[in-house]
């Protein structure tokens, strides 16, 4: 799993059962790869390059998750069934039709001599879907003990069931916004939301990215680093403030429209499971909890659901392709079927 947020590559080895009609699951080995800071450029800036280049690098970067993969598992001294690939988005414009993720399926199977499931999002969205966001699938079936299931990663998504159908839908920048903000002082990320913490809010630019057209569109919706780079950064660069404010004003703006998102489902007092590197933000998860009162409990997982719920989801969504089961909901992207979406490839 490579995310958004470009913090680096997330891998899992997965164990998947199902009693009757529950699935149970473990995780049982992981490692988080850092991207180096030039690769992290790189794949920021795939979106400019040209088709030929843009290709292959989709290739490059197959071949470099297929080393990535073939290391762990002979560290680990593992055998697995297959691999499941989300890749990394490059584009995701489903109002054109177009969701694409690097990470050539064929050169990793190749390189790492397994089975490789990848590319979930495509079918989606020929389907008429939004391609996102997917996880809800594992949300609905792995963690149905929660009212909420709510991934703070480079974007806010949440899942919910509701009138007997799951929904989710991509509610706000999250640590896009944030880690965006913390280039200007050569910080990665602002640990803990110390800095987040220190500021006081902007009124002027809590009130614009609060306004954004975005934010009163019905779902299914989601998001895209391209909307965050047409849309959020501009306003960024026109406000003349502070590191500290900024990112304080920014935390208030995530926390509120997942408040908002949260309280429109009427839903009495709910439980929510965050996830994703966001859950670290001790700032933002208060700031949250604020924002709701008492009208839902947040609940922080162990680390380990923290960091690898989306690579195990992705994992189990590649058991439900493999066993030709639906995987994407159509009352998640707006499609129009269920789907078992999904390549499959063979190693040469």
């Given amino acids: 799993m490579s995310g958004t947020s470009l913090d680096g590559l997330d891998i899992a080895y997965c164990h998947f059962e199902k009693n009757t009609d529950t699935w149970n699951f473990s995780i049982e080995k992981t490692e988080s790869i850092d991207y180096t800071t030039d690769f992290k450029e790189k794949l920021k800036n795939t979106v400019h390059l040209e088709a030929s280049r843009l290709l292959a690098f989709h290739n490059q970067y197959g071949i470099w998750l297929g080393e990535q993969v073939k290391n762990f598992i002979n560290a680990n001294k593992i055998e697995v069934d297959f691999v499941s690939s989300h890749g990394h988005t490059v584009f995701h414009q489903p109002q054109i039709g177009l969701t694409y993720q690097i990470g050539s399926g064929q050169h990793l199977a190749n390189i790492c001599q397994q089975k490789v499931i990848c590319d979930y999002r495509t079918n989606d969205v020929a389907l008429g879907g939004q391609g996102a966001p997917l996880v809800p699938i594992g949300d609905q079936l792995l963690f149905a003990n929660y009212d909420f299931c709510l991934n703070l990663g480079g974007i806010s998504n949440i899942s919910f069931d509701h ?17 965006h903000i913390c280039k200007s002082i050569d910080l990665q990320y602002d640990e803990g939301g110390k800095i987040s913490a220190s500021g006081t809010i902007n009124t002027q630019l809590l009130a614009q990215l609060n306004n954004l057209a975005y934010y ?9 680093y391209e909307w965050f780079t047409d849309k959020v950064v501009p306003i960024l660069d026109n406000t003349n403030d502070s590191t500290n404010n900024l990112l304080h004003t920014s935390v208030h703006h995530i926390a509120e429209q997942i408040a908002n998102a949260i309280k429109s489902t009427k839903k009495m007092k709910p439980s929510v499971l965050v996830t994703g590197g966001g859950a670290k933000n001790n700032f933002l998860i208060d700031t ?3 924002k709701l009162s008492t009208k839902a409990t947040i609940i922080v997982p162990s680390m380990d659901i923290i960091d690898f719920k989306e690579a195990l989801i992705f994992g189990f969504m590649g058991v439900l392709r493999d066993q030709n089961k639906i995987n994407c909901l159509r009352s998640v992207t707006g499609a129009s079927k ?11």
């Fill in 163 to 179: 009138q007997g159908k799951r929904i989710a839908y991509d509610i706000s920048p999250a640590n896009m916004l944030l880690n």
């Fill in 216 to 224: 009163k569109l019905p779902y299914p919706k989601s998001l895209g």
């Fill in 288 to 290: 949250l909890q604020q």
């Fill in 338 to 348: 269920d789907s078992s979406s999904g390549i499959i490839y063979i190693p040469s």
